[in-house]
C-alpha cells in the first residue's frame, strides 16, 4: 500500500524560504510515475504547485516558478519543495501525492490518485 | 492560462441525481478527472480519465466529457457523499483545478 506522508516546519517568517519534504513507503519513486505538491490555502480550492517524473522530468505552476524548487532524493525515497520568499498568501495546507500522466500527442491524462494526509504551513513573523 | 470553471454550490435530495459541471474551452479534447474532499481530509480520486473509476469508488459516481463540459454524476445521493468536488484537467504542461463546488445533501 502506497502511502505519503509530508513533513516541515509548520511556522515560516515572511521572505524566508519554505521547506518540506514527502516520504514515500510502500513503492519506489524511481520505478515510476510522477509525484507532486498541492497546495490549499484556509477556506479555498486545490492549487497545483508542481510535479516530476521518476525520468526527470519537471513541470512547475507558472504563476510559481518562480520560487519553486521540487527535488528528489531516491537513496532516501523521498522528494521536497522549496518555495523562496514566502509571504502570507503562501499560508496552506500543503499536500504531496503520485499522479500518473499517460497520454500521446495533445491529448493527455493527469490524475492524482494517492495523497499525502496534507501539512499546515503558516506563513507569519 | 487555461481556465476550469465550477458552479460554487449544488443542492440534491437524499436518493436524488447529483450533477456537477466543469466548463473550460474545448475541455471534450483533453480528459478530466474528478476529486471528492471531506473535511479535513485529503481528496480523493473518485473519477479519471474522463469516466473511469478508481478501485473502491462506489458505482453511483460516473462521468462524461463532451464538447465544452465535463460531467460528474452523482446517482442515489447519500448524505455520505455531502463535500466538496474538484475538476481537474492537463493543459500547456500544466495541472489545472476547478474552484470547487460545495454538494450538499439536504
Known amino acids: 500500500q502506497v502511502q505519503l506522508q509530508e513533513s516541515g516546519p509548520g511556522l515560516v517568517k515572511p521572505s524566508e524560504t519554505l521547506s518540506l519534504t514527502c516520504i514515500v513507503s510502500?513503492?519506489?519513486?524511481?520505478?515510476?510515475?510522477?509525484w507532486g505538491w498541492i497546495r490549499q490555502p484556509p477556506g479555498k480550492g486545490l492549487e497545483w504547485i508542481g510535479s516530476f517524473s521518476h525520468s526527470g522530468n519537471t513541470y512547475y505552476s507558472p504563476s510559481l516558478r518562480s520560487r519553486v524548487t521540487i527535488s528528489v532524493d531516491t537513496s532516501k525515497n523521498q522528494f521536497s519543495l522549496k518555495l523562496s520568499s514566502v509571504t502570507a498568501a503562501d499560508t496552506a495546507v500543503y499536500y504531496c501525492?503520485?499522479?500518473?500522466?499517460?497520454?500521446?500527442?495533445?491529448?493527455?491524462?493527469?490524475?492524482?490518485?494517492?495523497w499525502g494526509k496534507g501539512t499546515t504551513v503558516t506563513v507569519s513573523s | 492560462s487555461y481556465e476550469l470553471t465550477q458552479p460554487p454550490s449544488v443542492s440534491v435530495s437524499p436518493g436524488q441525481t447529483a450533477s456537477i459541471t466543469c466548463s473550460g474551452d474545448k475541455l471534450g479534447d483533453k480528459y478530466a478527472c474528478w476529486y471528492q474532499q471531506k473535511p479535513g481530509l485529503s481528496p480523493v480520486l473518485v473519477i479519471y480519465k474522463d469516466t473511469k473509476r478508481p478501485s473502491g469508488i462506489p458505482e453511483r459516481f460516473s462521468g462524461s466529457n463532451s464538447g465544452n463540459t465535463a460531467t460528474l454524476t452523482i446517482g442515489g445521493t447519500q448524505a455520505i457523499d455531502e463535500a466538496d468536488y474538484y475538476c481537474?484537467?492537463?493543459?500547456?504542461?500544466?495541472?489545472?483545478f476547478g474552484g470547487g463546488t460545495k454538494l450538499t445533501v439536504l
Open positions: 510502500g513503492y519506489s519513486i524511481s520505478s515510476g510515475y510522477y
Open positions: 501525492a503520485r499522479a500518473d500522466l499517460s497520454g500521446s500527442l495533445s491529448y493527455y491524462a493527469y490524475y492524482m490518485d494517492v
Open positions: 481537474q484537467a492537463w493543459d500547456s504542461s500544466t495541472v489545472v
